[in-house]
């Protein structure tokens, strides 16, 4: 079973929940840049939810199926295409995207999930080492991508609770856990609006907007840095590190963003804004517990919606 | 040893104030310990110049509050108590790394050399009769950042990066030198390039060196670079 390219979309990438276990080595997390949305994608076609799916970003691809099959989209909201609920896509049929109404990067799960090997323990593609993925790159026009064969389709006629999504947003409150140098800073963080500038790709967000300025001196030792971590160079606009982020880094750490919320920023498109919030470790972990609370309740409903269950 | 949450899923221990050995020989040491304890919930271990950082999942933990967080910060000062002064098991590497200075290869090696008043080749010959020592592993996969640059070769990062550094490439970033294993963008001074692959992908471990591991470089000419196998 194939799918056809026929429009790559601006960036289309295969994703899933990342590597672990190779920080060390230099190499990022990497997947999803919102975990949350391929997880649930993957659950509306009957897949385990770290099956690797497409990444979309800002403009979508136009993709041809060879045989008949479910996807999910979910993420980013684009024309034609509804979101968050199993489609049925017919045997030499299209899935065209049209244009984004919301959002910056939706997942396209398809049932079986795609057929990608894993590199260091993941199927998520790494395109600055061209690692992983598909051949290591963002999809072109005219490939080819494989998936494994599934047997289990949705049955009946049904959508999820809208109210287990993440609060997506143009201008977001994202939560953050104060950074080793947050005194060095002040309170400006929390009481500015930061421009997301055109420089944001997987790596990292720029922000403009308020110059953060910082009282201490001196350079810093590297060390390690992480997916929602805001840093701040020399020039005072800070950057959020995202999925694909270095593992090092040598810029004062004034926040980082909590795993909850990292679907928020990624959802962040040039010309949006972002406000920022102060939270706590304690805070962040009891959200991480309730966010799985919300998807086990969607797990168990969405059980005896597949035939074979 | 002080311990600092890195948002809501790491812990990072610092161990002393700067770059130096006996830092680098705590922090291995500590890094190790927390590899061999393989505690519940822990993601993985992040050695670095003069770090620990452990990355743990939350949801693996209890949900009472600052469970998880007090969990990890309890695993990291046993490990800490228990590799003081042990110094660290693992042996540490010792690499030759072949490079060919200059030229295509190495386009910033005249600006490195003409700001200390060498020719080319006594600039190649002066980092390549050093030794160096691993801090850390990081920034893209597999780039060592090496201490014991000579003084003389400290060379600020270029003005501007450049959008794309190929693999292989030997570079001086202030006083410290590494290489790119993987092309990508950098802002460091291109002073050679190795044919000798310090990521490999199917390889176990992936990255050539670790912190701990001594590296000299060892010229060669382009001839022997293009035949390198």
Redesign the interface.
């Known amino acids: 079973m194939e799918v056809r390219v026929i429009r790559a979309g601006m960036m289309t990438t295969v994703q899933d929940l990342g590597r672990?276990?190779?920080?060390?080595?230099?190499?990022p997390l990497g997947g999803a840049a919102d975990p949350f949305a391929l997880r649930v994608a993957n659950l509306l076609v009957g897949n385990p939810e770290d099956a690797p799916a497409l990444e979309i970003t800002l403009i979508g691809p136009d993709l041809e199926f060879a045989e008949a099959a479910w996807v999910a989209v979910c993420g980013a909201r684009f024309d034609g295409i509804p979101a968050w609920r199993p489609l049925r896509v017919e045997a030499g049929g299209r899935l065209k995207f049209g244009m984004r109404v919301e959002g910056c990067r939706a997942y396209l799960s398809i049932s079986g999930g795609i057929d990608v090997e894993p590199?260091?323990g993941g199927r998520g593609t790494f395109l600055?080492?061209?690692?992983g993925g598909f051949h290591g790159r963002a999809l072109g026009d005219g490939d080819m991508v494989r998936l494994l064969p599934s047997a289990r389709h949705p049955t009946g006629h049904w959508s999820i609770d809208e109210r287990v999504l993440p609060r997506y947003s143009p201008e977001p409150a994202v939560r953050v856990?104060p950074?080793?140098h947050a005194l060095e800073y002040g309170t400006a963080l929390y009481s500015g609006r930061f421009g997301v500038t055109p420089n944001c790709d997987r790596m990292g967000i720029r922000l403009g907007g308020p110059q953060l300025e910082r009282s201490g001196r001196g350079d810093l030792?590297?060390?390690?840095?992480?997916p929602?971590?805001v840093q701040v160079p020399p020039d005072g606009h800070p950057i959020v590190l995202m999925a694909d982020a270095?593992?090092?880094g040598g810029y004062p750490?004034v926040a980082?963003?909590?795993?909850v919320d990292m679907p928020l920023l990624a959802q962040l498109a040039p010309g949006d804004a972002v406000r920022f919030v102060a939270s706590s470790?304690?805070e962040?972990?009891?959200l991480?517990?309730a966010q799985?609370h919300r998807l086990a309740i969607l797990r168990n409903g969405l059980a005896g919606k597949f035939n074979p269950s | 040893m002080n311990l600092?949450?890195?948002?809501?899923?790491?812990v990072?221990a610092?161990l002393g104030p700067?770059?130096d050995e006996a830092t680098l020989a705590s922090v291995r040491g500590l890094?190790e310990a927390l590899a061999a304890a393989k505690g519940k919930g822990i993601?993985?271990?992040?050695?670095?110049?003069?770090?620990v950082?452990v990355?743990y999942d939350?949801?693996q933990?209890a949900?009472s509050?600052?469970?998880?967080?007090a969990s990890v910060c309890r695993l990291m000062e046993d490990c800490a108590a228990r590799s003081a002064g042990g110094g660290p098991a693992a042996e540490a590497g010792v690499f030759e790394i072949p490079v060919c200075y200059g030229g295509g290869f190495g386009p910033d090696l005249e600006i490195v050399a003409g700001r200390c008043g060498l020719k080319a080749a006594e600039a190649a010959a002066l980092h390549s009769g050093a030794d160096y020592l691993v801090h850390?592993?990081?920034?893209?996969?597999?780039?060592p950042?090496l201490g014991g640059l000579p003084e003389p070769l400290h060379t600020p990062r270029r003005e501007t990066p450049r959008a794309r550094v190929p693999a292989g490439s030997v570079g001086i970033g202030g006083s410290q030198t590494g290489v790119y294993?993987?092309?990508?963008p950098g802002g460091w001074q291109i002073i050679g390039r190795t044919p000798v692959a310090l990521?490999r992908?199917e390889g176990r471990?992936?990255?050539l060196l670790?912190p701990g591991d001594r590296v000299r470089f060892k010229v060669i000419t382009a001839a022997e670079f293009e035949s390198w196998k």
């Open positions: 672990r276990g190779h920080l060390a080595e230099g190499v590199v260091l600055a080492a061209g690692l856990v950074g080793a030792v590297s060390a390690a840095v992480a929602g971590t270095q593992t090092l750490r980082h963003a909590v795993g470790v304690a962040a972990h009891a991480a517990h799985e | 600092e949450p890195l948002g809501d899923s790491a990072v610092t700067g770059i890094a993601v993985d271990v992040v050695p670095a110049y003069a770090t950082t990355f939350p949801l933990f949900e509050s600052e469970d998880a967080y850390a592993v990081g920034f893209t996969p597999g780039f950042y294993p993987v092309a990508s990521f992908p471990p992936a990255a670790k």
